[in-house]
Each structure stands twice: as C-alpha cells, then as structure tokens.
C-alpha cells in the first residue's frame, strides 16, 4: 500500500515526502519536472539507459531522451495531416534535439 504524505515547509521551500523518499525541494519554490524526474519509472529508464550507453544517464536526462522520441515518432508516424502539423513536428523534434545534447554535455561536466 502506498503512502504519500505532502508537508510544505515555511521561507519558500515546499517538499513532497513519498514513500520512496523526498523530492523536489528547491529554494525558489516546487519543482515540478524534479518531482516527474524522481518517479520510479522514470528512474527505471534511467537505469535501463545507462546499461545500454555504458554511462551515468540522470533521470532529468531521461525526460530529454523521452521527450526526443516522442517527437521523432510525431515526426515519422504515418498519418495524414496537414503540411504544417509535420513542420510543426518537424521543428519540435530539432528543438527536442538540440535540448538534449546541451543537457548531455551539462551532464558530462558535472
């Protein structure tokens, strides 16, 4: 049976305790894609990822790698829409790319 319990703590901090421990206290306030990042599958694909690149992949880095495949399929998927709907796709998936090689190269300087 889960267990969740919310406490939100004075001079702006707010931390969400969970069963799996705590997540998302920052200074300035909730975090809302640490809260995401810190879920267990998320930090599932996380451990999946670092077996198959041979490296640490953070969960952060896995909602880059997430977010680059689903707008390669969008991108890809065959389906009859509008010329823009796919540049639109299109640009959402370079966006996504570029994102996540500046996250990669943040991850390796830490």
Not at 70 to 96: D, G, K, N, Y
Request: include cysteine; hydrophobic fraction near 45%; charged fraction near 15%.
């Amino acid at each position: 049976m889960m267990n969740n319990n919310f406490s939100l703590r004075t001079s702006n901090d707010i931390v969400l305790r969970t069963s799996n421990g705590t997540f998302a206290s920052t200074d300035n306030g909730f975090d809302p894609v640490e809260l995401i990042a810190n879920t267990k599958p998320i930090r599932t694909l996380s451990e999946m990822y670092s077996g198959l690149m041979e490296e640490y992949i953070s969960p952060r880095f896995t909602l880059h790698l997430i977010n680059v495949q689903m707008a390669a399929f969008f991108t890809i998927m065959p389906a009859e829409v509008s010329l823009f709907i796919r540049i639109l796709c299109l640009l959402w998936f370079a966006t996504s790319l570029c994102l996540a090689k500046r996250a990669y190269q943040k991850q390796g300087e830490k």
